[in-house]
């Protein structure tokens, strides 16, 4: 049968849209980052306990004394592990995108439930939606929104949008059509038939759609990171890249506790606002308590003005000390013609470890030169997309022009290239030192048995990947016999020290330079037919115009240069100094190099 080019035709209209519709996705951008921005400025300006302290009276008042003490302790947690900020981002992500979702989500459920055709049509739209895998409505969202927020935020809400639809449909499905009927016998209208008596009674079935919603976006967190979206998604996505089990385990409680108090707010909330969730939680207490009389203080809530009036003054005092109150820090303005005086730049990488170094590197550089520098860690095809799009200044580990070429073509046209800074690189299998008789890519014929079959990679979207797999096999006879196992860089080179300690063979995808071979005895198989190619030099890609925008940091980029031993002693000192603590690392060795900083950044 000959293949559908279904991926073809969509691959045509998503650059039919973006040609026709670009004004109209640069105008939702707009609308959504101010959006989000606005909400994370509000979350993000109050002192962390005291905010915690408005939460945790909303919580009080809802669920009881208990659910308010237990509140404060989870954020006060989420505080502890430094994650507040990067909590209070994911917040405003889920705030946002629930309430554009809701905006969507009940009219049309409003709509499905008078109409059946309308529900009939909907019903497989929603199926589609709900299933069809969330990462995959990031590819158009990046290329349409570029990456940041936006993208991971209209995902969200795609993926979001059919419970919210359902549930709505189904609360006013439910309502019992006698009342209706009494309703109209009446003379009421039909809106007010809907506002006062479908949606009162609906309204439990709708909170229920409310708070799907709103777990289905906490879900989208960490897909949303690997485009640049943040929050504490995006410390997950840092702790998977780098293999950290620490962050990853303390970005992921903090999202626990961020989905519980949803969960149980929208829920009571939910049963707040409707009368017969009013009468069946007064019921309830009433049962409780003449059962447990002490039960009766954990779960005393407050009346609604005090509870009011305790939020209002946690955020006066909040709203003082956030807005009013600052942070005492000094201003990192440098003085002198290159100073940066605070102009913001974005640096963008792929968590290679060249790339890392030298992001860190640039980063301290130019905040000693008085920038404003955000760093962000994406994909290879993120990245690059960033980078054409305008949302990622420049990155300093374009692998040109083998590794990297795929990107290079789709985007050459809207990217600068600053030149290369290191080079000749090589791709090159390795083996440990200590498994004898492979030492070229041609005895791996036949051996794939002490290897169990397979060759550990990296990640898919690595220009080294595809080579591999689409020459390399090919010309040396692999193809069936062994399997690259896709991955991460950290964790080929986790699998490369777990068999290494143990003395068992793996055959790995590595580069040079790189610090694996000062930290391991290892052996590079030779490639006698070239497979591999010529070496690739190491560049500095920026976005279109930025080196004429900027051009003291154009000019550096430009004749930035190190040698191998100054890259791989970099390298050395980042692994040392320990993750999350990169830039201090840089630190230590820019100080153990005295004249380096002057000399590639001079004033």
């Given at each position: 049968?000959?293949?559908l080019?279904?991926?073809?035709?969509?691959?045509?209209?998503?650059d039919?849209l973006q040609?026709?519709f670009?004004?109209?996705?640069?105008a939702?951008?707009?609308?959504v980052t101010?959006?989000?921005?606005?909400?994370?400025?509000?979350l993000?300006?109050?002192?962390?306990?005291?905010?915690?302290?408005?939460?945790?009276v909303?919580?009080?008042w809802?669920?009881?004394l208990a659910a308010?003490?237990?509140?404060?302790?989870?954020?006060?947690?989420?505080?502890?592990?430094?994650?507040?900020?990067e909590?209070m981002?994911?917040?405003?992500?889920?705030?946002?995108?629930t309430?554009v979702?809701?905006?969507?989500?009940?009219?049309?459920?409003?709509?499905?439930?008078?109409?059946?055709?309308?529900?009939?049509?909907?019903?497989?739209v929603?199926?589609?939606?709900q299933?069809?895998p969330a990462?995959?409505y990031l590819i158009?969202?990046?290329?349409?929104?570029g990456?940041?927020?936006?993208?991971?935020?209209?995902?969200t809400?795609?993926?979001?949008l059919?419970?919210?639809?359902?549930?709505t449909e189904?609360?006013?499905?439910?309502?019992?059509g006698?009342?209706?009927?009494a309703?109209?016998?009446?003379g009421?209208?039909?809106?007010?038939?809907?506002?006062?008596?479908q949606?009162?009674?609906?309204?439990?079935t709708?909170?229920?759609?409310?708070?799907?919603?709103i777990?289905?976006?906490l879900?989208m967190v960490v897909?949303?990171?690997m485009?640049?979206?943040?929050?504490l998604?995006?410390?997950?996505?840092?702790?998977i890249g780098n293999v950290?089990?620490g962050?990853?385990?303390e970005?992921g409680?903090s999202i626990?506790?961020?989905?519980?108090?949803?969960?149980?707010?929208?829920?009571?909330?939910?049963?707040?606002?409707?009368?017969?969730?009013?009468?069946?939680?007064a019921?309830?207490?009433?049962?409780?308590?003449?059962?447990?009389?002490g039960?009766?203080?954990?779960?005393?809530r407050?009346?609604?003005?005090t509870?009011?009036?305790g939020?209002?003054?946690?955020?006066?005092?909040?709203?003082?000390?956030g807005f009013?109150?600052?942070t005492?820090?000094?201003?990192t303005t440098a003085?002198?013609?290159?100073?940066g005086h605070?102009?913001?730049?974005s640096?963008?990488?792929i968590?290679?470890?060249?790339?890392i170094?030298s992001?860190?590197?640039?980063k301290?550089?130019?905040?000693?030169?008085?920038?404003?520098?955000?760093?962000?860690q994406l994909?290879?095809?993120a990245?690059y997309t960033g980078l054409a799009?305008g949302q990622?200044d420049?990155?300093?580990?374009?692998?040109?022009?083998?590794?990297?070429?795929?990107?290079?073509?789709?985007?050459?046209?809207?990217?600068?290239?600053l030149?290369?800074?290191y080079?000749?690189?090589?791709?090159e299998?390795?083996v440990?030192?200590y498994?004898?008789g492979?030492?070229?890519?041609?005895?791996?014929?036949?051996?794939?048995?002490?290897?169990?079959g397979?060759?550990?990679?990296?990640?898919?979207?690595?220009?080294?990947?595809?080579?591999?797999?689409?020459?390399?096999l090919?010309?040396y006879?692999?193809e069936?016999e062994?399997?690259?196992v896709?991955?991460?860089t950290p964790?080929?080179?986790?699998?490369?020290?777990?068999?290494?300690?143990r003395?068992e063979?793996?055959?790995?995808?590595?580069?040079?330079p790189h610090?694996?071979?000062?930290?391991?005895?290892?052996?590079?198989?030779?490639?006698?037919k070239?497979?591999?190619g010529e070496?690739d030099?190491?560049?500095t890609?920026?976005?279109k115009g930025?080196?004429?925008?900027?051009?003291e940091?154009g000019?550096?980029?430009k004749?930035?240069?190190l040698?191998e031993?100054?890259?791989?002693?970099l390298?050395?000192?980042i692994q040392?100094?320990?993750k999350?603590k990169?830039?201090q690392?840089?630190?230590?060795w820019?100080?153990?190099?005295?004249g380096?900083?002057?000399?590639?950044a001079p004033?």
């Amino acid at each position: 049968m000959p293949r559908l080019p279904l991926g073809q035709w969509v691959d045509s209209s998503v650059d039919w849209l973006q040609a026709q519709f670009s004004w109209l996705f640069d105008a939702v951008t707009t609308g959504v980052t101010g959006l989000y921005d606005g909400i994370d400025a509000v979350l993000s300006a109050p002192q962390p306990l005291l905010f915690a302290g408005i939460l945790a009276v909303v919580a009080w008042w809802l669920r009881g004394l208990a659910a308010g003490a237990l509140a404060f302790a989870g954020f006060a947690l989420v505080d502890s592990v430094q994650l507040w900020d990067e909590a209070m981002a994911t917040l405003s992500l889920v705030l946002v995108s629930t309430l554009v979702t809701l905006v969507i989500a009940v009219p049309l459920g409003i709509w499905a439930a008078r109409s059946k055709t309308v529900s009939a049509v909907l019903r497989p739209v929603l199926d589609f939606m709900q299933t069809m895998p969330a990462m995959v409505y990031l590819i158009p969202g990046i290329i349409f929104f570029g990456v940041g927020v936006v993208p991971g935020i209209i995902a969200t809400i795609v993926f979001a949008l059919p419970p919210g639809v359902r549930m709505t449909e189904l609360g006013i499905r439910q309502v019992d059509g006698e009342l209706v009927e009494a309703a109209e016998a009446f003379g009421t209208t039909p809106r007010n038939t809907l506002l006062r008596v479908q949606l009162p009674l609906a309204l439990p079935t709708i909170m229920a759609g409310v708070n799907q919603v709103i777990m289905l976006g906490l879900s989208m967190v960490v897909i949303a990171g690997m485009v640049g979206g943040g929050g504490l998604g995006g410390a997950v996505y840092r702790a998977i890249g780098n293999v950290d089990i620490g962050l990853g385990f303390e970005a992921g409680v903090s999202i626990v506790v961020l989905a519980m108090y949803l969960d149980r707010m929208t829920g009571a909330l939910g049963r707040q606002v409707s009368p017969l969730g009013r009468r069946a939680v007064a019921k309830a207490r009433a049962a409780l308590g003449a059962k447990r009389p002490g039960a009766k203080l954990w779960t005393h809530r407050p009346q609604p003005v005090t509870a009011l009036v305790g939020v209002v003054v946690l955020a006066l005092a909040a709203g003082g000390m956030g807005f009013l109150g600052g942070t005492g820090a000094s201003s990192t303005t440098a003085s002198g013609p290159n100073g940066g005086h605070g102009k913001k730049v974005s640096i963008g990488y792929i968590p290679w470890d060249e790339g890392i170094a030298s992001t860190y590197l640039w980063k301290e550089l130019l905040e000693r030169r008085g920038y404003e520098v955000e760093t962000k860690q994406l994909e290879a095809g993120a990245l690059y997309t960033g980078l054409a799009g305008g949302q990622v200044d420049f990155q300093t580990d374009a692998w040109l022009p083998v590794t990297h070429a795929q990107y290079w073509e789709k985007y050459r046209n809207k990217l600068e290239d600053l030149g290369s800074w290191y080079g000749p690189t090589s791709l090159e299998l390795s083996v440990p030192s200590y498994v004898k008789g492979v030492d070229s890519l041609a005895d791996l014929k036949g051996k794939a048995g002490r290897f169990k079959g397979r060759i550990v990679g990296i990640e898919p979207s690595a220009g080294m990947m595809g080579l591999l797999k689409d020459k390399v096999l090919k010309d040396y006879g692999l193809e069936g016999e062994y399997k690259v196992v896709d991955g991460s860089t950290p964790g080929m080179l986790a699998e490369l020290k777990r068999a290494y300690d143990r003395k068992e063979p793996v055959v790995v995808t590595l580069w040079s330079p790189h610090w694996a071979y000062s930290a391991h005895d290892l052996k590079k198989l030779k490639d006698p037919k070239g497979s591999w190619g010529e070496g690739d030099g190491v560049h500095t890609l920026a976005r279109k115009g930025f080196a004429a925008e900027n051009p003291e940091v154009g000019t550096w980029l430009k004749d930035f240069k190190l040698s191998e031993k100054q890259l791989t002693d970099l390298e050395a000192v980042i692994q040392e100094t320990g993750k999350g603590k990169e830039q201090q690392a840089v630190r230590t060795w820019l100080d153990r190099n005295p004249g380096l900083a002057e000399k590639l950044a001079p004033q």
